[in-house]
């Protein structure tokens, strides 16, 4: 952990971060015209869950996806064809970040449970074909930023011991360097969920995804000089992304607490932790216009049970797969933000329409 520390703050790691942001100036513009865009989620649910069958990079997913929007709105076919493309980006995007061990082999990719469910059988000559396609359609040019390519600089130095949590100091870094992870994580998925987030840049979208976890964890300032030195985003520049990434955390725990809701006879346990320490509900609007708040002093809380795990938020059935005529996520304005961290949400079909869920674990002062 220690190297890989040292790693981000060298001059290497520098010079990939401003070539990506040099790079990210140039990508080709989105006008999302294609046709096909309301099922635009549904096949970016597709790649999200042979992606994770196959445990491939964050980065290798996300380019998977935008290269998909790229063709979309470059090109009108058929709901059949965007099979047979998404699929195809997906393979091109694992080639270009992943090692070639880790490219999902055809033979793997047939005998997946949600490609019988969609009656949908590849053939060599037919991804052979789909890829040059898409090839030449980005001029054989796959070096294309996104927001998975930023994360990890940003989260070099998105926790820091001179942080506080609801306002008082830290005594567990490490424990809060991995939730942060987990839902910068978590916030980069819901970002892939909505073609909207096109209209940001990739860094931006990026540094949004740092500064909604630190909101949600509670760590203050919200976004401290360094990240905004590290960045080049005020928290001004962040506000629009931010928001749209809170509205949807705000749906998915209310998703989450109303299943929870329905087991009877839940007791809440002894000992648990929770966000808002007052139990009250923030907007969205008072979460994102207290950028540098000091929580009051308050009398610390237990922390959690020894063997306490963070919810896993992709855990979802690759046989499940609906097709794409699922409901729509409905916009909210209330960010809900009170979890039973030991609680965790039940295995459930995948469904389209729906954000990965993520319980909302808090962590020990």
Known sequence: MELEDQWWKGQLAADIYQALRYKELKLPPYKGQSPQLNFRRYFADLIAIVSNRF??????RHLAVY????????YDVTVQQLHMISLS????????EEREDRVPKLETLNSLGCMSSMNLVLTKQGLLHMELLLLETFQWNLYLPTAAHFIEYYLSI?????????????????KTKLYMAKYADYFLEVSLQDHVFLCFAPSLVSAACVATSRLVLHLSPTWPPRLQRLTGYTWENLVP??????IAHDSDVKEANKQKCQKPGQQQQQGQTVYHSSGQ???VAQYLHRPSVQYPQQVPQPGLAPNHRPASYLSHSTASLQGPNGPQHGNTQAITASQDPKSSIPNRAYQVSMHYTCAAPCFDR
Do not use: Q
Request: a negative charge.
């Open 67 to 74: 290269l998909l929007d790229l063709f979309m709105d470059r």
């Open 55 to 60: 445990k491939l990079c964050p980065a290798a």
């Open 158 to 174: 998105a926790v820091h011991e001179g942080d506080l949590h609801d306002g008082w100091p830290m005594t567990l870094l490490e």
């Open 89 to 96: 980006c997906l393979l091109l995007s694992s080639k270009f």
């Open 281 to 283: 509900t923030a907007t």
């Open 241 to 246: 992304c931010a928001e749209k990434l809170l």
